[in-house]
C-alpha cells in the first residue's frame, strides 16, 4: 500500500494544490491580459500622444516656424520623460516641397516600420516585454493642402516614432474586475472538484465500504470477520484497527472461557461440526460442587483453572483441550488412535488429575478425582461422549468408551425430561391439532377430518404424540392435553364445514374436568352433528356403564361414535351391539399388508360383514399405497385415511 497521510495533510495538500493551480492560471492570464494590453491599450495610448505630438508640431508649422523650430520641439518632448523617444519623419510629399532631412531619408529607405506608416499602416512594434514603438501616420486632411500644395486628401505626409516603456502600463478597470470574478470562480470550482474527487476517493467511499463491512457483520452476526479496507487516510486505518480489535476481542470472549481461557462449548460445537473423523474425551470432575461449596467460589475457580494446567500439560501436542461448562473439560484429538492407545490416554490424564494435589488454604490439600467419557467418529462425537461419561459417573467407572448399545439407555433417562417439557409446552401454548383427512372410499372425496395431536419444540419442530403421551399419562398431564385438544377443534371446525373426529380415552370420559369440558363445548358451539367421537382405549372397557352414559349424552347433541383399532382392546361385537356406535375405524395391523396378506383379508371381511348387517360404516386407516387402496375399495370398506390421500396438516 501506498503511504498513508492524515486528514490534515490531505486537506494542506488540496488546498496547495488548488492555491498552485489556480495561481499558475491566474499567471498566465495576467500575462494574457498584459499581452493583450501593450497591443490594445498601449496602442491607443501611444496614438493619443502621437496625435498630440502632431498637433503640437502642426500649431508651430502654422506659425511658420522653420525646421530647426520643429527639432527643437521634438527635442523638448523628449525631455519630458527620459525613457520615452520621440522621432518625426517627413514623407517625400513634404521633402518634396520643402527639402529632405538626411534622417528621414536613411529612415524611410532602412526602417521597414517607416516603410509600412508610409503606407498608411499604423504599426506597433512590441520590442520586450517593457519597450514599445509606435509609428502612426500623419495623413493630409483638406486644411493640410493650404501648405501642401502638392499633396491630396489622404496622403501620408510624415511618420511619428514614438518609443517608451510599459511597466507602468494602464489596465482597462472592467477588464481587471472580469479577471478578480473569473480567478474567484475557477478558484471556487477547483476547490470543489478538488474536495469532492478527493474527500469521495479518501473518506467517502472507504467509510460507506467501513459500514457497509459493519453491517454486514452484524446481519450475520459473524464476530469472525474482519475489516480490510485499502486506504491511505490514518485516521481511518485507526478506525479499523480499533474496530477489528474490538472484534477480536468479542471473538475471544465469545470462543473463550474467561476464567481459564481454554475456547469454549461453542468453539468446540463449530469444530466437531466439520465432521471429521476423531476422538473426543469428556473430562468431569467428581464431587467439584462439594468441594465449592466447602470452601467458596474462589477455590472452587481455582481448582479449575489448576485442573485445567495439569490437562494442558499433559495432553497431547496435536490435541486441542476445551473447557466446557462448570467443571467439565473436552479434549479434541483428530489423530487416529486405536481404542488402546486412547484408554491408555485418558487414564493417563486421570492419573495426572490425581496425583497433582490441589492446595484449598492454609497447607490444607484437596484430592481430585475425574471421570471421562470418551467417543470415536465423525457424527455425534459430543453427545455420544456426553452418553458415555453419563454411563461412566452412575456406574463409577473411571472412564467408559461409547458404544452404539448405550444409546438406548442413554433415551430412557432423557424420557424422564419429558415431563416438564410437557408442562412447558401447556405453559407456551405449544400443543396444537393438526388434521388428517378421510375420504369416501369410491370417490376419495373428503367428508370428514381426525383430529391429531402434536407438539411443537422450542425450535418449531413438530412433535409426534408417540414420544409424549403415554409420559404425559404418568406425568398426570393427559387430560389437560385433552381439553386443549378439544377446545382448539371446536375453534377450527366453527369455520370448517366438514365432520371432524376427536379421540378420546375412557380415562378422558372418566374426568369430570374433561367430561364438562366436551359437554359445554357442544352445548355453545352447535357443532354436535359434526362431532364424531373416536374411542381409543386398546384394553376393553371396564367402567361400561360410565362410557355408555357418556355416548347416550353427547349423541343427544348429534354426535357420533367411533371406535378406533377395531381388531384389538374392542375386538367384541357384543361391546358394538351395546354401544350403539356409527362407525368402526380397522386397525392398521390389518390394513397395513392387507393386498398381500390372506389372513388380515379374511378378518377384515368378517367384521365388513359383521357392520354391514349391524348399520354400522367401516373405515379402513394407514392407506400408505395404492395397491391397499384398491384392496380396501373391492372389499367394501365405506372411508379411507393414511398418507396416500394427505398428511395431517393445520388446514390455515
Given amino acids: 500500500m ?15 494544490f488548488t492555491l498552485f493551480v489556480t495561481l499558475g492560471v491566474a499567471f498566465i492570464y495576467g500575462e494574457y491580459l498584459k499581452k493583450d494590453a501593450i497591443e490594445k491599450l498601449t496602442k491607443i495610448d501611444a496614438k493619443k500622444t502621437s496625435k498630440l505630438i502632431f498637433q503640437s508640431l502642426y500649431s508651430a508649422m502654422e506659425k511658420g516656424w522653420t525646421k530647426k523650430d520643429l527639432a527643437n520641439i521634438i527635442d523638448r518632448i523628449n525631455t519630458i520623460d527620459e525613457e520615452m523617444v520621440v522621432n518625426v519623419y517627413r514623407s517625400p510629399i513634404v521633402a518634396e516641397l520643402y527639402g529632405d532631412i538626411e534622417n528621414d531619408e536613411k529612415a524611410r529607405k532602412a526602417n521597414p516600420f517607416v516603410k509600412k506608416a508610409l503606407e498608411k499602416e499604423e504599426v506597433l512594434n512590441i520590442i520586450d516585454k517593457s519597450l514599445i514603438q509606435f509609428y502612426y501616420p500623419i495623413v493630409a486632411e483638406k486644411k493640410c493642402l493650404t501648405c501642401h500644395t502638392n499633396a491630396q486628401i489622404g496622403n501620408v505626409l510624415g511618420v511619428i516614432d514614438i518609443s517608451y516603456p510599459v511597466h507602468d502600463l494602464k489596465v482597462s478597470l472592467t477588464g481587471m474586475i472580469n479577471f478578480f470574478a473569473m480567478f474567484i470562480i475557477l478558484f471556487s470550482i477547483i476547490i470543489f472538484l478538488a474536495l469532492y474527487f478527493e474527500f469521495d476517493k479518501y473518506l467517502v467511499k472507504p467509510i460507506k465500504k467501513f459500514v457497509h463491512i459493519i453491517n454486514e457483520i452484524s446481519e450475520n452476526k459473524d464476530i469472525k470477520q474482519r475489516i480490510q479496507i485499502d486506504n491511505k487516510i490514518e485516521e481511518i486505518t485507526s478506525m479499523q484497527k480499533v474496530f477489528n ?37 469428556l473430562i468431569n470432575i467428581d464431587k467439584f460442587q462439594e468441594i465449592n461449596d466447602l470452601y467458596g467460589d474462589n477455590i472452587g475457580n481455582n481448582l479449575l483453572v489448576h485442573i485445567s494446567t495439569i490437562l494442558e500439560e499433559n495432553s497431547p501436542k496435536s490435541s486441542v483441550l476445551f473447557k466446557m461448562h462448570a467443571d467439565e473439560y473436552a479434549l479434541y484429538y483428530e489423530q487416529d488412535l486405536s481404542l488402546e492407545e486412547l484408554k491408555s490416554l485418558a487414564l493417563y490424564l486421570i492419573d495426572s488429575i490425581e496425583k497433582n494435589a490441589f492446595v484449598v488454604t492454609n497447607g490444607n490439600e484437596a484430592h481430585v478425582n475425574a471421570s471421562i ?26 472412564y467408559i468408551v461409547y458404544d452404539s448399545s448405550m444409546k438406548i439407555e442413554h433415551e430412557y433417562e432423557q424420557n424422564l425430561k419429558w415431563g416438564k417439557k410437557i408442562k412447558d409446552a401447556i405453559k407456551e401454548d405449544r400443543i396444537i391439532p393438526l388434521f388428517q383427512p378421510i375420504v369416501d372410499t369410491q370417490t376419495q372425496k373428503i367428508l370428514k377430518y381426525e383430529s391429531l395431536i402434536r407438539m411443537i419444540d422450542k425450535n418449531g419442530e413438530l412433535i409426534s404424540p408417540i414420544h409424549f403421551l403415554e409420559l404425559a399419562k404418568k406425568n398426570k398431564l393427559y387430560p389437560q392435553l385433552t381439553m386443549i385438544m378439544i377446545k382448539k377443534t371446536f375453534e377450527k371446525f366453527s369455520k370448517i364445514d366438514k365432520k371432524i373426529s376427536i379421540n378420546l380415552s375412557v380415562d378422558d370420559i372418566l374426568n369430570k374436568e374433561v367430561y364438562d369440558c366436551i359437554i359445554k363445548h357442544l352445548k355453545v358451539s352447535n357443532l354436535g352433528p359434526r362431532v364424531v367421537f373416536e374411542l381409543i382405549e386398546s384394553e376393553g372397557i371396564e367402567n361400561f356403564e360410565e362410557v355408555l352414559n357418556f355416548i347416550e349424552e353427547v349423541k343427544t347433541y348429534g354426535c357420533q361414535i367411533s371406535i378406533d383399532d377395531f381388531g384389538t382392546g374392542y375386538s367384541n361385537f357384543e361391546y358394538l351391539m351395546k354401544l350403539k356406535v356409527d362407525y368402526i375405524k380397522i386397525d392398521a395391523s390389518m390394513i397395513r399388508n392387507i393386498d398381500t396378506n390372506r389372513n388380515s ?52
Avoid: C, W
Avoid at 607 to 634: G, L, P, Q
Fill in 2 to 16: 501506498d503511504k498513508s497521510t492524515t486528514y490534515k495533510k490531505l486537506i494542506t495538500k488540496i488546498i496547495f
Fill in 245 to 281: 480489535n474490538m472484534l477480536d476481542s468479542l471473538e475471544y470472549q465469545f470462543y473463550n472461557d474467561e476464567l481459564t481461557s481454554l475456547p469454549n462449548r461453542k468453539k468446540l460445537l463449530e469444530t466437531i461440526a466439520e465432521n471429521k473423523y476423531a476422538s473426543l474425551m
Fill in 373 to 398: 467419557g470418551i467417543a470415536i467418529g465423525n457424527e455425534a462425537l459430543l453427545t455420544n461422549a456426553d452418553i458415555a461419561l453419563k454411563i461412566a459417573k452412575r456406574k463409577r467407572q473411571k
Fill in 601 to 652: 383379508q379374511m378378518v377384515t371381511e368378517t367384521i365388513i360383514d359383521f357392520a354391514n348387517k349391524m348399520k354400522i360404516e367401516t373405515i379402513a386407516e394407514f392407506i400408505h399405497s395404492k395397491n391397499v387402496y384398491e384392496k380396501v375399495k373391492e372389499l367394501g370398506i365405506h372411508y379411507a385415511q393414511g398418507y396416500y390421500f394427505g398428511e395431517p396438516t393445520s388446514l390455515d
